[in-house]
């Protein structure tokens, strides 16, 4: 009698149905969910190649090619390149700067290991020709490396670069050392050189590479300059060597780690959660990329608001969180690679300040008292931008005098005027300002 009164309810009053319900609930939900974000994300898709740029790993390969009017230099510095990487160093070798764990001391301090650096330097001498052979020849390279593979892609021969321009910073210290400054001049400008090999590199930790080399160039060439041995043409010549548009670069870095990410995303075998995930990442990384064509106080901004966005998405509790949550584990490299970049880019200017500041002081015999009055020995740069300000608070750098010491700085990312304090410190602890210290006596 209990059966047959059970068989005449009514469905919905079933316990099979509520237990099927929620699980047909869900599964409608991410059908309507995959159709709503597959068709965003196919509009999201074709405006970005319209747009001429990559969405995808077979994109790539094409989008990995030398800027325009740049000599193909591939060759030269994969050799040069190599030999660096195949010199090997022993017990007594690793103390020295640069290429080992030692310290350079101050120009006015006894450097008891010239000595040993000169004949490590006669040693490789083979390798620092062809180096120089590379870095005179100038151009930038294309490695070998097919960037369609995606996740199996082998990374380049790019990464060891940074071998070569250690190389070359221990080899401008030592020629600095024995009065031979204009082979000095040679071996800095020839690691901007190495940097500028990496130019067309599409991929964010060559990009990185690239500028973490640029920034080891304007390091020597601001303290080799303080020595007063290079003439006004050279410390032009080191001005010049440092004009890059490192924003414009950043881009297309952006855009290539755009494309490797949702490639991976849509490769995940998510179905609708993939599709809702890769329009997602779209939809935060198209804020800072478009604003690279703003300038550098835009794009800061535009990478510190998605930041928070990703910050609140991953907090979210609700199930939208699950269409959302490879996007926001694969984006927030993208505020940290902006707010390094930016670091060197103030690094960059300051460095060019600060030469123009040597300069003046040559030709005047006082020091500056203004950012004004540098900008007549800033030379004409055309990728650079105005090198005067500061790209965290888009006003000019800062100037201090202090002593015989004048400090050209960058406020930073915390925006705050530490009083010029420019020292190598931990960044997490001590909030620093951006710039050089140069002797102005």
Known sequence: MEKARASERPYYRRAWFWAVMPVAFIAISLVIAGLVAGNR????????????????????????????????????????????????LDDTTRTLPFIGEGDLPRANEDWDQIELAQQFLKTHEAALRIIHQAADAGGAARFPVQLSAGPNAVLSS???????????????????????????????????????????????????????????????????????????????????????????????????????????????????????NASTYLQLSKPVIDATDQGWDQTIAAAAEQAAEIRRLS?????????????????????????TVARNVAMQRAAILALAAIRYQKARQVPPTTIAELTSLIPELANAGDVSIDPFTNQPFRLRWDDSQLTIYSLGPNQTDDQGSVQMKEAPIVPLDIGYSILCP
């Open 158 to 276: 790019a990464f060891e670069s940074r071998q070569v321009a250690r190389l070359l910073q221990l080899e401008a210290a030592v020629f600095a050392r024995t009065n031979r400054h204009d082979r000095a001049l040679k071996s800095t400008l020839a690691i901007h050189a190495v940097s500028s090999a990496l130019q067309a590199e599409p991929v964010l930790l060559t990009h990185l590479m690239r500028i973490a080399i640029s920034a080891m160039a304007s390091n020597q060439a601001v303290e080799l300059a303080q020595q007063g041995h290079w003439n006004d043409s050279q410390l032009a010549q080191l001005q010049r060597a440092a004009d890059i548009d490192f924003l414009k670069e950043l881009k297309r870095a952006l855009c290539t780690e755009r494309a490797f990410s949702v490639s991976i995303v849509q490769s995940a075998g998510l179905g609708p959660l993939g599709r809702s």
């Open 315 to 339: 907090t979210n509790r609700s199930m939208s969180r699950w269409f959302n949550l490879s996007a926001s584990m694969l984006i927030p490299g993208a505020n940290e690679a902006v707010s």
């Open 41 to 88: 994300l196919e509009r999201q898709m074709a405006e970005i190649r319209l747009a001429g740029l990559p969405i995808g790993f077979a994109d790539l390969d094409e989008f990995y090619v030398l800027p325009e009017g740049t000599a193909d230099t591939t060759t030269l510095w994969i050799e040069a390149i190599n030999v660096a990487a195949a010199i090997r």
